[in-house]
């Protein structure tokens, strides 16, 4: 099943992402930090990026000499990508159902690795076999998601201000739905993974701080602009706009400011992050 909610979802949001890039780099840095531990890409190595955005882990995959290929189902994402990494091959496709190795062809991949990005399938396990037919015998595939809402703050700090204010009002996903937490039920992921092919599975609880006075700012005005580019943020926009008139969005910002102020932690927004990196292999 083509995933076209999340083509649509994802190619609306591109823009903001793009323009966030080195905010979200420097807010996830530990959680890339520990992937790329965990995966240890290296000279020699051919590594396919699912999900790739921006093209982070691609830029540091190729800094450690492997031949990296990112997929996303976003053209502005893979633009953006393209541009950051010039070396890398970057497709444009859904990778629960691409011909990952006909798109681009070559050796099959030694390493799959994801940051955030493959909690958005329709069909997981269809896409982790889709996947596993692109890896090489013996190769890793290595994740990073998110777990529940409830420990991350992420999802809600800030925006339920603006969430408060539409009617009717979001709905919370239900669990498993294709989302930034579809995975959070470890014992779901095991069983996908494993109903996948995958072996060896081993999925760990990784806690981090979500650092947004990164460049020596309180981190509020880093806050506000991701929170507004977001999903959540262009709807309400889209909205509220039209009914409270541009100085009555102006002033619902300023009350996600307050918001975001009264979280301050020594002066600086950090609150929790509560992710799983998650490792399986390809059985030779």
Do not use: H
């Not at 959680?31 to 531990?37: I, P």
């Not at 294709?178 to 470890?186: E, I, L, Q, V």
């Not at 996600?256 to 990196?277: K, M, N, Y």
């Amino acid at each position: 099943m083509a995933n076209e909610s999340m083509r649509q979802n994802w190619t609306d949001g591109a823009a903001g992402w793009v323009a966030n890039e080195a905010v979200f780099d420097a807010v996830f840095a530990p959680v890339t930090a520990a992937l790329l531990d965990a995966a240890r890409p290296a000279p020699g190595r051919r590594v396919l990026d699912v999900g790739c955005g921006t093209g982070t882990l691609l830029a540091k995959s190729a800094a450690a000499g492997a031949q990296v290929v990112g997929v996303d189902i976003s053209e502005g994402m893979a633009a953006a990508a393209r541009g950051r990494v010039p070396e890398a091959t970057v497709l444009v496709a859904d990778a629960q159902t691409a011909d990952l190795l006909g798109q681009a062809p070559g050796a099959p991949f030694d390493l799959v690795v994801s940051r955030f990005g493959v909690m958005f399938f329709e069909d997981p396990q269809a896409a982790f076999a889709n996947l596993r037919r692109a890896a090489a015998p013996g190769a890793r595939l290595v994740f990073a998601c998110w777990r529940s809402l409830e420990e991350n703050p992420m999802f809600s700090l800030g925006s339920t201000v603006l969430a408060d204010r539409l009617d009717p009002k979001p709905e919370s996903p239900a669990p498993g739905a294709p989302g930034p937490t579809a995975f959070a039920d470890r014992g779901r992921l095991d069983a996908l993974l494993t109903g996948a092919g995958w072996d060896s599975v081993r999925i760990d609880a990784f806690d981090f701080t979500c650092d947004y006075g990164f460049n020596g700012t309180d981190g509020v005005e880093e806050r506000v602009t991701t929170v507004l580019s977001g999903g959540l943020g262009r709807l309400a926009r889209e909205q509220l706009v039209p009914r409270i008139g541009v100085d009555g969005w102006e002033s619902l910002v300023d009350e996600v400011r307050a918001e975001l102020r009264r979280r301050l932690v020594g002066g600086v927004l950090r609150f929790p992050g509560a992710v799983w990196i998650a490792g399986a292999e390809n059985p030779a």
